[in-house]
């Protein structure tokens, strides 16, 4: 019978570290489509 290990503490902060980044670089899209930085014709 084989055991596997618990996760261990650092997977779990890396997937909150990736949700995070990915919540900081859809916010700066956004800001850059709402002032104008990026063209409406580039937003689908």
């Given at each position: 019978?084989?055991?596997?290990?618990?996760?261990t503490e650092t997977e779990g902060r890396?997937?909150?570290?990736?949700?995070?980044?990915?919540t900081v670089v859809g916010l700066v899209?956004?800001?850059?489509?709402?002032?104008?930085?990026?063209?409406?014709?580039?937003?689908?």
């Amino acid at each position: 019978m084989s055991e596997t290990d618990p996760p261990t503490e650092t997977e779990g902060r890396t997937a909150v570290s990736e949700d995070w980044a990915a919540t900081v670089v859809g916010l700066v899209l956004l800001a850059l489509v709402l002032t104008g930085v990026i063209p409406v014709g580039l937003v689908p």
